[in-house]
């Protein structure tokens, strides 16, 4: 495959690919290398590339191995989520704070989420995959992915109500 072909078929998805590793990993820096780590990979298998049938999906399997086994050898137990794809300039400072805390609290509840639910929230809710994609991104049956989603929502959603209704009867 030449450059330019390679480039046509990468690059439309580059940008899920930082986002799931910046999902997983520590930081921007982190996720912004472990992405070039696996550009590098797919170019280095570019001939071969052609015979996946989603290369889209290989990448995202790819980066999703990849940033787990970056996190298991730091033995990393701080794993954050930022989510910065929010921006409206006509709220006042007082909704911005809200939304910003409520961002923060969002976060920080999903940080304590299993992995497999983080991931399975992030390729469904945020970069918008379907059901079946996700099961095979992840290599799991579809009813495990809906199971997965079901709960990570639950879990998020009960930490939520835990927290706006505390010290209220």
Known sequence: MKQSEFLNVVMPFKDKLFRLAKRLLVSTEEAE??????????????????????????????????????????????????????EDGNTSLQKQLEVSDSVAWVNKIIEEIPDQQKMVLQLRDVEQYDLDEISKMLDMKPTAVRVALSRARKAVREKLVQKHSYGVS
């Open 33 to 86: 290398d472990a992405t070039q780590e696996i550009l590098l990979k797919l170019w280095s298998k570019n001939e071969k590339i052609e015979k996946y049938k989603s290369v889209e999906a290989f990448a995202i399997t790819m980066t999703k191995n990849f940033c787990l086994d970056r996190l298991k050898s730091k033995q990393s137990n701080n794993i954050r989520l930022v989510h910065s794809n929010y």
